[in-house]
């Protein structure tokens, strides 16, 4: 949905709210008292859900969420109510909406950049982590774990070395591998997605390819997923595993091990068909680089090249 500018939105009168140091924000008053209902146990849910709803369609609201009173301590009540319900699962559609309702929220502060570094400095992704850690099949905890993702993968977004020094002391990157693992296909791609951005940093390279072990270990996981893509082809997922592997090769000790553990699913024509639309010019170019830097000979077909 695109969102309308704030100056179109005026029925219902407005109020301002800031604090004090940046630029004040404003929205209509229904959606302050929104705000304000999320401290309230009996009106929260309706606030969670409405809030939610509007949430693209003003951009301001992420600073008005952080600096009300109480705000950011609700949502976390809302998050960590569900951790008891995660082993044995007991978790209902009803109760993963609304939580997901209030990542939603989170997601929001976690991606304007006038309260991204305080979300961060808060260590608020910890709070999502147990239920990325979660391996229920059911639709309920699909859903929580996707939305979770959908938090990190606003924070990688941005591309700010902050939000990939402050994941890369967590265990963000064993619990993504894990989803890429064994997810759906929607939260694998986000998963993979978060991977690609936290490689695409300098540090994060680095880190990944500091030791043997730490790059095996996504080097398979990339592997498997390419294999399980002749099976159940995605394009938007190869993409993303494209791009990590062409940043592995990136790196020297990483471009050596890749010329013997890259699938040959990517080396001839299997994915050729998959590629072959001028919306995947891009993931062509990026595969064919990444043979390039491994020394191998590019097939001579579209697919490839």
Not at 151 to 159: E, F, P, Q, T
Request: aromatic share 6%.
């Amino acid at each position: 949905m695109q969102a309308p500018g704030l100056s179109s939105l005026t029925g219902g009168g407005s109020k301002t709210i800031g604090d004090g140091s940046k630029s004040k924000s404003t929205l209509p008053t229904h959606l302050y008292n929104l705000v304000h209902d999320l401290i309230d146990t009996e009106k929260r849910d309706t606030a969670l859900l409405e809030l939610s709803k509007k949430r693209e369609d003003f951009p301001d609201l992420a600073p008005i969420l952080w600096n009300s009173f109480g705000t950011i301590a609700a949502l976390l009540q809302e998050i960590v109510s569900i951790y008891p319900l995660l082993s044995p699962p007991r978790l209902t559609t009803e109760l993963s909406n609304r939580c997901c309702n209030a990542l939603a929220l989170l997601q929001c502060v976690a991606s304007h950049p006038e309260t991204r570094s305080a979300f961060l400095n808060a260590h608020i992704p910890l709070y999502l982590y147990p239920f990325l850690n979660t391996v229920c099949t059911y639709r309920q905890y699909e859903f929580l774990r996707l939305t979770s993702l959908g938090v990190i993968g606003a924070l990688v977004k941005m591309d700010d070395s902050d939000v990939i020094t402050f994941l890369l002391q967590t265990q963000i990157i064993p619990l993504c591998l894990r989803i890429m693992d064994n997810g759906s296909e929607l939260s694998k791609t986000v998963a993979t997605f978060i991977i690609q951005k936290i490689l695409l940093d300098d540090q994060g390279l680095a880190y990944i390819c500091h030791t043997f072990e730490r790059f095996s270990t996504v080097s398979d996981v990339l592997r498997k997923m390419v294999l399980g893509l002749v099976e159940q082809p995605s394009v938007r997922l190869l993409k993303h595993i494209c791009r990590c592997y062409l940043r592995l090769s990136e790196n020297k000790h990483a471009r050596d091990a890749l010329q013997t553990c890259i699938p040959n699913e990517l080396r001839d024509n299997t994915f050729a068909e998959d590629l072959k639309d001028e919306s995947e010019r891009l993931t062509r170019k990026w595969l064919q680089q990444l043979l390039r830097n491994i020394g191998d000979v590019p097939a001579e077909s579209e697919g490839t090249g």
